[in-house]
């Protein structure tokens, strides 16, 4: 969207040294990577103002963010506006200026949720009217009401998962990685999210493939272990660092304060990478106590991208469909979606259609249960799912474990839907049966999926009391019927 901003019929502009900047230094908003950013306003529209000082000409660095910038445009990143040359300044004016960054608010989300007050246990250290301010700000009023302003936070703070996840998705689309996602690179604004600072990204669209080894570093505490390593890296670098953010925004929204977490990472510099031994412990034991189902599955997301080897990450796209489908299995029950409406595909209604005159609808039974059998240590089972009448019309099997499973999510697109375990829980599985295009379920619990697929959420706990346990769940299909 770069702008005409100065008048000059360029968003680029060389200013000459005796010429002024006609722009006005406003508010102070933050330190950038060399030197400060301010409030100014150009065009009438409120935009944050960085310089740089550029010792010689403008680097190569500078250049790159602002060709990155330029190439971009989605909702959730921000926004080139104009760009200047004064003297050995560099200028460069981004669109919006945000209320504070995602690091910000989950401090005051932390705060939040761990008193029962805005100064219960008043700390010095807090200013609590600047945090007060923020929250009014992010339409999070805490004065009248602190148990619904903590509820408000947290549902903002929930759904900005999927719509940090859609920028993601598009950045690598653009063959861009970002290469320092963190959480202060993340702003929102009273009812925005944008995330910015592209000066260490790499644009590799250019570059046979998306592996370099000497491109530039992000931010030590999210780094990847292989970024750590100065070993190659690709876009699942830019994964492992967005797992871990949101591994504090879903920690938080289950209770684990911020330094609950910190205590997680006792190690060295306090990083992710350096301390994920203790992380996937936290994971296999106590770290997954969590307030709805759905919550486990999100965990279980996260520990996936935090994989060690960069091969079992998840790729953006694949995220954004897990949450997806997340959003599916917590569908029938009173929770938060993980994104907001900004990122919510346009689908169909679960019952569209089904009105028609020409419906057809059938019963449906489904079998689902277990095998079990005593092994020593712990126990052996065999988990299933069958559809004696419908087999045909099934597409696939949406399987999602506890978050302890290494790979916690599998789908099976062919009978039979089966999943063999071992261990000593017992836990409960969910999975979603994905029917074929033209059929629907037609229980008010279903969903539609990305490809406007009918989605039946199911769970079954395992049961190791008896060598099978096995139960008969009623369901009705609909389908147009073609004469
Ligand atoms: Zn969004």
């Known amino acids: 969207m770069a702008l005409d901003w100065a008048h000059r019929g360029t968003s680029h502009v060389q200013f000459q040294a005796e010429e002024a900047v006609p ?89 939040l949720v761990s008193h029962q007050s805005m100064q219960s246990d008043y700390d010095p250290e ?35 998962i999927g719509c940090i996840a859609s920028a993601i998705v598009y950045l690598h689309e653009q063959s861009i990685r970002h290469k320092d996602i963190k959480p202060s690179n993340i702003l929102l604004t009273p009812t925005g999210l944008y995330v910015t600072d592209f000066g260490t990204s790499t644009d590799f669209s250019g570059f046979s493939q998306s592996v370099t080894q000497n491109g530039e570093r992000g931010t030590p505490k999210y780094f990847a272990p292989e970024v750590a390593e100065y070993e190659p890296n690709g876009r699942s670098a830019d994964i492992f660092s967005l797992g871990c953010v949101f591994l504090e925004m879903i920690g938080l929204c289950n209770q684990y304060s911020l330094s609950s977490m910190l205590a997680l990472r006792p190690k060295k510099d306090r990083s992710f990478h350096a301390n994920l031994d203790s992380i996937m ?22 520990r996936q991208m935090l994989s060690r080897d960069p091969q079992k990450r998840p790729t953006a796209d694949h995220i954004e469909r897990r949450l997806h489908l997340i959003d599916a299995i917590q569908r029938p029950r009173p929770s938060t979606p993980l994104r907001r409406a900004c990122c919510r595909p346009e689908l169909p209604l679960p019952m569209a259609g089904m009105e028609h005159a020409g419906t ?9 249960g277990n095998w079990h059998q005593d092994i020593s240590p712990g126990h052996s089972w065999r988990f299933f799912v069958r559809f004696p009448s419908i087999e045909s019309i099934v597409d696939s099997v949406h399987l999602f474990l506890h978050p302890s499973f290494q790979n916690p999510y599998h789908v099976k697109t062919q009978p039979p839907y089966e999943f063999n375990g071992k261990g000593w829980g017992f836990f409960t599985i969910t999975i979603l049966v994905s029917l074929r295009p033209g059929y629907w379920w037609t229980s008010a619990d279903a969903a539609v999926g990305l490809e406007k697929e009918s989605l039946m959420p199911l769970y079954w706990t395992l049961d190791f009391s008896r060598d099978l346990t096995v139960s008969k769940v009623a369901l009705e299909i609909a389908t147009m019927s073609s004469g």
């Not at 550029?54 to 963010?65: H, S």
Request: charged residues 25%; hydrophobic residues 40%; contains cysteine.
């Open 23 to 111: 722009l006005e230094q406003g508010r102070f908003l933050g330190h950038g990577m060399n030197g400060g950013v301010y409030e100014t306003t150009c065009l009438g529209m409120a935009v944050a103002w960085k310089r740089r000082y550029c010792r010689r000409q403008i680097g190569t660095q500078e250049l790159r963010e602002m060709d990155i910038l330029k190439k971009l445009d989605h909702r959730h990143i921000v926004k080139l506006v104009g760009t200047y040359t004064h003297e050995s300044f560099l200028g460069i004016l981004l669109w919006p200026v945000a209320t504070c960054d995602l690091g910000t608010f989950m401090e005051d989300v932390d705060h």
């Open 126 to 160: 807090i200013d609590y009217q600047s945090m007060e301010q923020r929250l009014r700000q992010l339409r999070i009023d805490t004065f009248s009401d602190w148990p619904s302003a903590r509820r408000a936070a947290l549902l903002r703070l929930k759904q900005s």
């Open 281 to 302: 412990r936290w994971f296999n034991f106590s770290g997954t106590e969590v307030q709805w189902p759905a919550d486990q599955h999100l965990l279980a997301l996260a």
């Open 360 to 368: 057809r609808r059938a019963h449906a039974t489904v079998e689902i």
